[in-house]
T-cell receptor, first 113, second 111 residues
Framework: NAGVTQTPKFQVLKTGQSMTLQCAQD?????MYWYRQDPGMGLRLIYY???????DKGEVPNGYNVSRLNKREFSLRLESAAPSQTSVYFC????????????FGPGTRLTVL | RKEVEQDPGPFNVPEGATVAFNCTYS??????FFWYRQDCRKEPKLLMS???SGNEDGRFTAQLNRASQYISLLIRDSKLSDSATYLC????????????FGKGTSLLVTP
């Protein structure tokens, strides 16, 4: 039982390049989330998927797109990377809404030059 | 806007000390409350949920005051291994119950 996995762990991009961050969970959770964490800002929600087949914008969605490929997988795409997107990206999943714990992946550390 | 506010610290305490962290939240509609722990460059992990009646888990005690919109965490008999950043978290009903994080309070427990 791996929990939540993310690939890659580290990535360096040049401005304007694109990439997809992968996330998968093996806990049969309905809801999945993408957050970014920046120094002094805390974690902020980028996009979420309340259930398979649905995705919605979070607090800071600009410059990102997502795909809920199936119940297990939720990917985050940067179409044209910008230095402002340098951050640590965490994927998370949870079972039911509200009071249930969210489980986080180990994160992807992205630098955009 | 930042809906969850915490003192960033750092709190430097000796082993065995008792330390308390406080947090306020602005959205009175928040329904679920948590403390997460984050070690350096690692993912956040749930430390404990916080209930209105207050709850305890070993050396850790959490309190919630809905009227004041205030959450606290008390750590007794601090251990070196308690050194970490403690994140105050409430859920965001408007975003599929995603979590709204405070910026975290840094704790360093010294020998």
């Amino acid at each position: 039982n791996a929990g939540v996995t993310q690939t890659p762990k580290f990535q360096v991009l040049k401005t304007g390049q694109s990439m997809t961050l992968q996330c998968a969970q093996d806990m049969n959770h309905n809801s999945m989330y993408w957050y970014r964490q920046d120094p002094g800002m805390g974690l902020r929600l980028i996009y979420y998927s309340a259930s398979e087949g649905t995705t919605d914008k979070g607090e800071v969605p600009n410059g990102y797109n997502v795909s809920r490929l199936n119940k297990r997988e939720f990917s985050l795409r940067l179409e044209s990377a910008a230095p402002s997107q340098t951050s640590v990206y965490f994927c998370a999943s949870s079972d039911f809404r509200g009071s249930n714990e969210q489980f986080f992946g180990p994160g992807t550390r992205l630098t955009v030059l | 806007r930042k809906e969850v506010e915490q003192d960033p610290g750092p709190f430097n305490v000796p082993e065995g000390a008792t330390v308390a962290f406080n947090c306020t939240y602005s959205n009175s509609a928040s329904q679920s409350f948590f403390w997460y722990r984050q070690d350096c460059r690692k993912e956040p992990k749930l430390l404990m949920s916080v209930y209105s009646s207050g709850n305890e888990d070993g050396r850790f005690t959490a309190q919630l005051n809905r009227a004041s919109q205030y959450i606290s965490l008390l750590i007794r008999d601090s251990k070196l291994s308690d050194s970490a950043t403690y994140l105050c978290v409430v859920n965001m009903r408007s975003f599929g119950y995603a979590l709204n994080f405070g910026k975290g309070t840094s704790l360093l427990v010294t020998p």
